[in-house]
Each structure stands twice: as structure tokens, then as C-alpha cells.
């Protein structure tokens, strides 16, 4: 049994530059909009099902949430996290 990425059986895969520019305007949006609201205000019109697609791929992947409201929340800071851990701060846990 492999893992589950994917809520829903996914039909069409996000390409590269749409996961790039969906992850941008979740960056720039700072939690401000619900998933549908962030959806249409993407640069680029993207299927509904990409969409969710990709998000479920960000959420899994430790770069988004989604809070109980619905809005789409950035949390992945990997330079943070290096001076936390240079600080003795995170706790990693064995292999």
C-alpha cells in the first residue's frame, strides 16, 4: 500500500510552472483567502480539479494548511528552520 497523497482520484497532474505559480499566490495572499477566492484570483486560469490537485500535493508535502475556515495558510520556511536547528531548537528524530 502505497502513500496517499491525493484526496481524490486525480484525472489531470499539475505541470511544474502551475504548481510554481499557485504556490506564488499562496506566498503572496499571507492566509488572506479562502481556497476558492485564492483560486480565482490565480495569474493564470487553472482546472478546479488541477487546483485541488495541487493543493493536496502542497498540504502533504508540508508547505501549505488549511485552516478550519478554508483559507490556504503558507507555513514552509526552510531558512527559519535552519536557524532553529543551528540553534539547538528542532528536535529531529533518528532514521
Known sequence: M??????KEVLRFPRLDTVL???EAIRKAKGDY??????QKLPKKVMWQTYLATLDYLEYSGKIM?????HVIWVWAPKEIEKLKSKGLVYEKAP
Do not use: A, T
Not at 2 to 7: A, D, E, N, S, T
Open 21 to 23: 505559480m499557485i504556490e
Open 34 to 39: 479562502s481556497v476558492r477566492q485564492l483560486w
Open 2 to 7: 502505497g502513500l496517499q497523497i491525493f484526496k
Open 66 to 70: 488549511i485552516d478550519p475556515e478554508n
